[in-house]
Nanobody, 124 residues
Framework: QVQLVESGGGLVQAGGSLRLSCAAS????????MGWFRQAPGKEREFVAT????????YYADSVKGRFTISRDNAKKTVYLQMNSLKPEDTAVYYC?????????????????WGQGTQVTVSS
């Protein structure tokens, strides 16, 4: 069992930066692949970024590539999402998720555990 708690969301102006954190419980965090997803009002949840168990493999949605960076610290049982050059269209609830497959996975159906989400609002 893994419990995930996101933090770091908030209100920021366009062009600004935020760093989201996702703290995990459980002893097997280092064996999970991790992902970030987001859901904007009136839209379906979408993939943002994913990282494999070791941190050596990452993938990003085209919409955030070059602006967002996913990373993890297995000793701290935490995964991060550094978000730079934020745009109003990045406004959404951001969710952290864990997959027991250990690999970097873009498809949300592969994820077993989800956090409660953290709101990110980017003003123009």
């Amino acid at each position: 069992q893994v419990q995930l708690v996101e933090s770091g969301g908030g209100l920021v102006q366009a062009g600004g930066s935020l760093r989201l954190s996702c703290a995990a419980s459980g002893r097997t965090f280092s064996s999970y692949g991790m992902g970030w997803f987001r859901q904007a009002p009136g839209k379906e949840r979408e993939f943002v970024a994913t990282i494999n168990w070791s941190g050596e493999s990452t993938y990003y949605a085209d919409s955030v590539k070059g602006r967002f960076t996913i990373s993890r610290d297995n000793a701290k049982k935490t995964v991060y999402l550094q978000m730079n050059s934020l745009k109003p269209e990045d406004t959404a609830v951001y969710y952290c998720a864990a997959t027991s497959r250990a690999q970097a996975m873009e498809e949300e159906t592969f994820y077993d555990y989800w956090g409660q989400g953290t709101q990110v609002t980017v003003s123009s």
